[in-house]
């Protein structure tokens, strides 16, 4: 099959394509709509070491944040969110990183209300922090809160256009799957070349000249 019988086959299932990816993008919003509305926001803190206040940090201070980070989903501080805000330990969807290049620690907290989200992110931030200190209480590297979370403005999840957007590429790949399908399933001779591979011969065309043999 050459490009020519490509492009005929996705020519002649052009509508047999387009449905599938109608279809596709239909259930990728119809997913979207099954999903709980959930909103995020993001708290800072920042680890320094005494006497030092700057946001880079000193190799020391970004070491130090780095492995604090893992604290944010451990158990102590869950229980300490939940104590601060009511929330099931088990159930608060915490998630922390490093700022990259520096002593900046994002916690972000998730909830099905933007307030509740931003009492999750700024609680956890907290008790991370307390957490961290008490650790060490003898360390001279400490975690302070930077920057509280504030309630945002639109929800993070569903993803709306990323689930229509796969829903319609998995609705072409199908499509054209089906496409070719069809082409191969197809037993109907359409063309001289369709004849020629059914009947295993060579076809005869007659010219002026001469009567020649039209092979593949």
Known sequence: MNIVDVLRVLRNNRWVILA??????????????????????????????QGEATLSGTETAQTRAKSYVPLINSR??????????????????????????SNLIE???????????????????????????????ESTVRVTAMEDALP?????????LRNALYGLGAG??????????????????????????????CLLYTSDAADDLLCG
């Open 20 to 49: 599938c990816v109608a279809l596709g993008t239909l259930l990728g919003v119809a997913y979207s709509l099954l999903q709980p509305v959930l909103y995020t926001a993001t708290s800072t803190g920042l680890v320094v070491v």
């Open 152 to 160: 945002p403005g639109s929800p993070s999840s569903p993803d709306y």
């Open 107 to 137: 916690v972000q907290g998730t909830a099905s209300s933007p307030e509740e989200a931003a009492r999750i992110a700024n609680s956890a931030l907290v008790a991370t922090a307390e957490v961290a200190n008490d650790l060490d209480p």
């Open 172 to 201: 072409r790949v199908v499509g054209v799957a089906i496409a070719f399908l069809r082409r191969v399933l197809d037993v109907n001779v359409r063309t001289t070349k369709d004849a020629q591979e059914a009947a295993g011969t």
């Open 76 to 101: 102590t501080v869950r229980e300490k969110v939940a104590d601060t805000t009511g929330t099931d330990p088990a159930a608060a969807q915490l998630k922390g990183a490093v700022v990259p290049d």
